[in-house]
């Protein structure tokens, strides 16, 4: 409690302060009625939080009430500092009084309005296609050209998004892919909660396979149902499995883990297990790896992994949030080596989870296509 406290006064601190105490002096009642706003957000955000998020209620009208405010207050906190900082540089320069501190909150306001409808516009479109080309030097010249789609963190959510998940199929099914992969975190809700905004992946074209592992959020919204789902969909579930594509008479192993919070969720039967990923499997092929979450790299990286594919980072989703989610993760975005063999590249996310925005951090498609050799 006493954490959750510190964090909700230290999100509305540098608003109240910026827009309503720093010189800028308003009238009382102005004041007051700001600061009557911003009290009862933080009383009543931790109780629709809970209401719309909590397994036993998952009432979604709460959830999209309490994920936008939180995005709308945390844009608004972002835009307050800056502001803050503007404001003691202009104070330094010698503009004073009660006009530069109004024009400051004026323009705090303005900018975050404009922040937020740009980063909702940019959260609620089918995503752009990213393109890369990955070297694998145990990849067999059979498969040199390889296809792989990815997608990560759709996060099904309070806010219906079939239309969306349909134009993301219809994008996926223009890429002529050997391979689509879907990283985890798929829905926030359960299989029947979700069913219409997950159906379209039953469409999703590939190939030779498409397959799928469950993210952190799947363990609070059972996780064995949306490996039934998926598999219910057509894709091959990697519940801590994997399964062989061939090509020109070469063969790739594509394996999947369970997400790392798996064993603490007290599911049975699930956990991060990547031996029996790759039992069975012949040592002498290249393998990729699907784990939701970049910082299982290092495990990926002592079993000689050629490429792992992982999302859960959003690229940060809501500027400046990348710089936190860098202190838990190895990588937020992009392509990164890890070891002597292991490539890792990290998604950016398709979807969004929560506030309905992203800022500096834009959704993706991604396209990879593997290439053998070192690239030299």
Same mark, same amino acid.
């Given at each position: ?5 510190? =964090?909700? @006064? ?26 009557? @706003? ?20 998952? &009432?979604? +009208? ?12 945390? @844009? ?42 740009? #980063? ?9 296609? %990213? ?6 030097? !145990? ?7 390889? %296809? ?12 219906? +998004?079939?239309?969306? /998940? ?9 890429? &002529? ?26 469409? =999703? ?6 397959? *799928? ?5 799947? *363990? ?27 090509? #020109?008479?070469? %063969? ?27 039992? $069975?499997?012949?040592? !002498? ?10 910082? *299982? ?12 594919? /992982? ?37 950016? $996310? ?27």
């Amino acid at each position: 409690m006493a954490v959750l406290v510190g =964090v909700l @006064v230290v999100l509305c601190l540098p608003p109240w302060w910026t827009l309503l105490a720093a010189g800028t002096d308003w009238p009382l009642p102005v004041v007051l009625a700001g600061t009557a @706003v911003l009290l009862g957000w933080a009383v009543g955000f931790p109780v629709l939080m809970t209401r719309g998020h909590s397994p036993r209620t998952r &009432d979604d +009208r709460a959830a999209r009430i309490a994920d936008t405010s939180l995005g709308v207050v945390w @844009v608004l906190w972002t835009c307050s500092v800056l502001g803050a900082l503007a404001d003691l540089l202009l104070a330094a320069a010698g503009v004073g009084g009660t006009g530069r501190a109004r024009l400051v909150a004026a323009a705090v306001v303005l900018l975050a309005a404009g922040t937020l409808a740009w #980063g909702h516009h940019e959260a609620m479109r089918v995503p752009r296609v %990213r393109r890369l080309d990955v070297h694998l030097p !145990r990849l067999g010249a059979g498969l040199d050209g390889l %296809r792989v789609v990815l997608l990560a963190d759709t996060h099904y959510g309070p806010i219906d +998004r079939a239309a969306w /998940s349909a134009g993301v199929t219809g994008v996926v099914n223009g890429l &002529d892919a050997d391979v689509v992969v879907h990283a985890g975190d798929i829905a926030d809700g359960t299989p029947v909660q979700r069913r219409a905004q997950s159906a379209p992946l039953g469409a =999703v074209e590939a190939r030779l396979a498409r397959v *799928y592992v469950t993210g952190n959020h799947e *363990y609070g919204s059972e996780a064995q149902g949306w490996l039934d789902r998926m598999t219910e969909l057509g894709w091959e579930a990697l519940h801590n499995r994997h399964v062989v594509v061939e090509r #020109g008479g070469d %063969r790739l192993v594509l394996a999947g883990v369970d997400d790392v919070t798996a064993e603490s969720s007290g599911l049975a039967g699930h956990r991060t297990d990547l031996d029996g990923a790759l039992a $069975g499997a012949d040592p !002498r092929l290249p393998v990729l790896l699907v784990a939701h979450q970049p910082k *299982y790299v290092p495990q990926a990286a002592a079993a000689g992994i050629d490429l792992q594919l /992982s999302g859960h980072t959003h690229g940060g989703q809501i500027w400046p949030f990348r710089y936190l989610v860098r202190i838990d993760q190895p990588s937020v975005r992009g392509l990164s080596r890890h070891g002597e063999r292991t490539w890792l590249y990290t998604s950016g $996310g398709t979807g969004f989870w929560g506030p309905p925005f992203r800022v500096f951090a834009p959704s993706e498609i991604t396209v990879l296509t593997l290439r053998a050799g070192d690239g030299g």
